[in-house]
């Protein structure tokens, strides 16, 4: 009985240390499965993953508008003051005044990707975007304005 | 043909017959040691560059591929980096003892070289107990590892040491007993003399099963006694920063990384020689056909070949199996490899008293 | 003088002063290496006299065997990194005298031998003698210490193993 129980342990053993080592000698003999990339040759081919997030960026249309209503769900959502909102108000055709976006400041240097932001946004006007290269040698370039100079909110946005 | 011997044999009758026999003599060894620093140099060289090519392919990266095509001059630009670097002594340390221990390591290593057979008369010393001179010399080196562990005057270092000590200890039993179960099948410790003995096929094939169960335990144990993952306690990085070497830098830390890489080719050497006939090439019985075809292969490249599969076998483990424990360590050698070695040596002395095997 | 014995006396010049540097060193473990040099000379002179199976194992059984012992017990030894006190000076008188009357005593027991140099040239020592010698029955055999030996061996094996053993507490 001892001696079935120990021939039967070596011989699991042996089987899965085989399956392991069938994994890495199937990687080692397949070059296409390869998941790292040549990353400053290839800026044109490299690809990078769907979900990879590197910044927070605010897309703009072709006339200038922007999807942000000022409303700071995103600064609250902040876990750690990455993003503050600088409102203005704009008065309306008739009259009325409306709150309405005058800066939107982001540090990426705080920015932890976590997504929360752009979670919470209720008009979707802000996405996390691929570009990772982001090394300056001023800090302060690191702090940015997200609202292109001269845009305005897109009509029919509440 | 090419063949290392003649280019000896026709060196040796030069110098012979230019000077006075005793300063031939002087010459020749001045040549071999040449020789033996320059493999320890091209063989660093190689093996890292084979470990982190292989390791890289295993892990599904690309590796080193910016130095040189393909990144083949990579570790030459790491050599270079570790000899400008400076040579640190730590304070506390027993100095002559720290900077007395890589080189115990290294000329260990140097030792174990002389009576490995490169290719068919290529050997430096074919001494009648070969197999057992290896196997004593490179005993040695764990002296050299308990050294520097202390010297270093650190508790990682010493711990490491200690480590690496208990498992040279333990695994050179089952090698031994499984270099032993190949010297029963051969009836001699020279290593022309095993080579010689697997002409008409190799031990592997030769000794059935018992010889298989043997090279599985040899491999597994040399893993072991060369401290190389899945073995590596001895310099487990994320609980002993690098164990016994932790204080070192600069070429004294190369050269026991030096040390480590040769010692793996030697003991693959080993290997190849005792169950894979050394540079004898793939002969099958009595096809003198086949075996005639086989013998224009250069019997240096059989070998080498044979040795780096070897290597490459030890490297595919290294980067497949986990780290083992300590208690699953001296599990595995006390309750099961040195079992079965143990009854494996006695299958074979009945194989080769019997002579069953062809 | 031939090359031979110039290679001689530098061994036996190494054996010498290592083993009086392990002997007077103050640091403990410097003294294990200096007898590991000292056992190495020693295998050195083996191979000299191309004994070769000798020379192995008096490699393996010392240095791979006794002095790893040595070095793993001053490792587990406390404070075994400090450097040893001066001996006293009477103590120091005394191992002197100790030494000179050992080594007169083995000169006396050597000097009545003359050991004439052999012309015979090394016997090759196979590896097959060797083992038919150790298990041989006649006169010139060694299978009675051999079999003492390893009775003495398994003894001490046996006896390792129950001191190491855990004893299961009782079961309640």
């Known amino acids: 009985m001892f001696l079935k129980k120990y021939l039967s342990d070596i011989f699991s053993a042996v089987a899965s240390l085989l399956k392991g080592m069938r994994m890495t000698g199937y990687y080692f003999t397949h070059r296409k499965e390869i998941i790292t990339q040549n990353y400053p040759d290839n800026p044109e081919l490299m690809k990078l993953p769907e979900r990879f997030r590197g910044e927070v960026v605010m897309p703009h249309d072709e006339n200038n508008e922007h999807a942000c209503t000022g409303c700071t769900a995103c600064e609250l959502a902040c876990p750690n003051a ?19 976006l005058d800066t939107f400041i982001y540090h990426l ?15 979707d006007a802000i996405k996390m975007a691929q570009n990772f290269e982001h090394s300056v040698f001023d800090r302060s370039k690191l702090t940015k304005k997200l609202n292109a100079p001269g845009s305005k909110i897109r009509e029919g946005i509440e | 043909m090419f063949s290392l011997e003649g280019i000896t ?14 300063l031939a003599l002087l010459l020749e060894f001045l040549i071999v ?10 063989l660093g060289l190689v093996l890292v560059l084979m470990e982190r090519k292989v390791s890289a392919y295993m892990q599904i990266r690309r590796g080193p591929n910016r130095v040189g095509p393909g990144g083949s001059l990579q570790t030459v630009a790491d050599t270079i980096k570790l000899t400008m670097k400076e040579g640190l002594t730590p304070d506390g340390a027993d100095k002559f003892l720290f900077n007395l221990a890589p080189f115990v390591v290294l000329t260990v290593a ?3 070289l002389a009576p490995i057979a490169f290719a068919k008369g290529f050997q430096l010393w074919d001494i009648n107990i070969g197999v057992l001179y290896i196997s004593a010399v490179s005993s040695v080196s764990i002296i050299g590892i308990l050294m520097a562990g202390w010297a270093s005057n650190n508790k990682y270092s010493l711990l490491g040491a200690m480590r690496s000590g208990a498992q040279i200890v333990s695994y050179e ?46 491999i597994i144990a040399v893993t072991a006694e060369t401290n190389r993952a899945p073995f590596d306690l001895a310099e487990a990085e994320s609980e002993l920063t690098a164990g016994f070497h932790t204080e070192y830098s600069g070429m004294k830390f190369a050269l026991f990384f030096l040390a480590e890489y040769v010692n793996i080719f030697i003991v693959c050497a080993i290997g190849a020689t005792l169950f894979f006939g050394g540079w004898m090439p793939l002969h099958i019985g009595n096809w003198t056909g086949f075996n005639h075809i086989m013998d224009y292969i250069p019997s240096s490249i059989w070998f ?8 490459f076998l030890i490297m595919w483990f290294r980067w497949t199996f986990p780290r083992l424990r300590i208690d699953q360590l001296l599990n595995l050698e006390w309750k099961y490899l040195f079992p079965i070695s143990m009854f494996n040596l006695l299958l074979i002395t009945v194989m080769a008293i019997m002579g069953w095997h062809f | 003088m031939s090359a031979s014995s110039v290679i001689f006396y530098v061994i036996s010049g190494f054996i010498l002063a290592t083993a009086l540097l392990a002997v007077t060193t103050k640091k403990i473990f410097r003294s294990a290496i200096w007898l590991l040099f000292s056992l190495i000379g020693v295998a050195g002179l083996y191979f000299w006299m191309q004994m070769e199976f000798i020379a192995a194992v008096q490699i393996i059984v010392y240095v791979g065997g006794i002095v790893v012992l040595i070095i793993f017990s001053i490792f587990l030894t406390q404070q075994s990194g400090n450097e040893m006190q001066k001996p006293s000076g009477i103590r120091t008188i005394f191992s002197i005298l100790a030494v000179c009357i050992g080594f007169t005593l083995t000169y006396l027991l050597i000097r009545p031998y003359i050991f004439t140099p052999s012309s015979n040239t090394p016997m090759e020592v196979s590896v097959k003698n060797i083992g038919s010698q150790m298990l041989s029955t006649t006169e010139h055999g060694y299978v009675l210490p051999f079999e003492v030996v390893s009775i003495l061996l398994l003894a001490a094996m046996i006896g390792c193993i129950v001191i190491a053993m855990k004893i299961k507490p009782e079961e309640k």
């Open chain 2, 33 to 42: 040691g040449l020789c033996a620093i320059t493999l320890f140099a091209v």
């Open chain 2, 304 to 311: 080498l070949g044979k040795t780096f599969f070897l290597i």
């Open chain 2, 173 to 218: 039993l089952s090698a031994g007993l499984s270099i032993i179960s190949m010297v029963v099948l051969t009836g001699s410790l020279q290593i022309s003399d095993i080579i010689a003995s697997q002409q008409n096929g190799w031990w592997i094939f030769k000794g059935h099963i018992p010889a298989i169960i043997a090279f599985v335990i040899f």
């Open chain 1, 109 to 123: 240097e705080l920015c932890t990707m976590c997504n929360l932001c752009v979670v919470a946004c209720p008009t």
């Open chain 1, 82 to 100: 990455t993003i503050k909102i600088i409102t203005k108000f704009d008065i309306s055709p008739d009259g009325k005044k409306k709150k309405a």
């Open chain 2, 110 to 112: 140097m030792l174990v």
């Open chain 2, 9 to 22: 044999k026709s060196i040796d009758r030069w110098l012979n017959s230019t000077f006075h026999p005793t």
